[in-house]
């Protein structure tokens, strides 16, 4: 059965880091693209990061702030948060990736499977 847990989210200050886990089980992590994606509250769900082999990706509001990356051996791709702002405040989640292209790495509809959400809370 193929799954995905995402988790790592909590409470943190501005400026403050926090590290997300997506653990797969059911394929190996090496095979598929694996996608970040955060929804916040009356907004639209958005794409954050990208990883497959040869390729990551991330969304332009976190762009030098994010970093994703990938464990083989513990199939678990992570994203580190750093400078964490405010509007960085939504559930995140995990997904494998259906098809191609790249280009659309940002639509949730090219994602088949998804984590259950870790929420992420930046606040003083």
């Known amino acids: 059965e193929v799954q995905l847990q995402a988790s790592g989210g909590g409470l943190v200050q501005p400026g403050g880091s926090l590290r997300l886990s997506c653990a797969a089980s059911?394929?190996?992590?090496?095979?598929?693209?694996i996608g970040w994606f955060r929804q916040a509250p009356g907004k639209e769900r958005e794409g954050v990061s990208f990883?497959?082999?040869?390729?990551?990706f991330y969304g332009d509001s976190v762009n030098g702030r994010f970093t994703i990356s990938r464990d083989n051996a513990k199939n678990t791709v992570y994203l580190q948060m750093n400078s964490l702002k405010p509007e960085d405040t939504a559930v995140y989640y995990c997904a494998r990736a259906s098809r191609p292209p790249f280009s659309l790495w940002r639509v949730p509809t090219n994602y088949a499977y998804w984590g259950q959400g870790t929420q992420v809370t930046v606040s003083s």
């Open positions: 990883i497959s082999v040869g390729r990551k």
């Open positions: 059911g394929f190996a992590l090496d095979d598929y693209g």
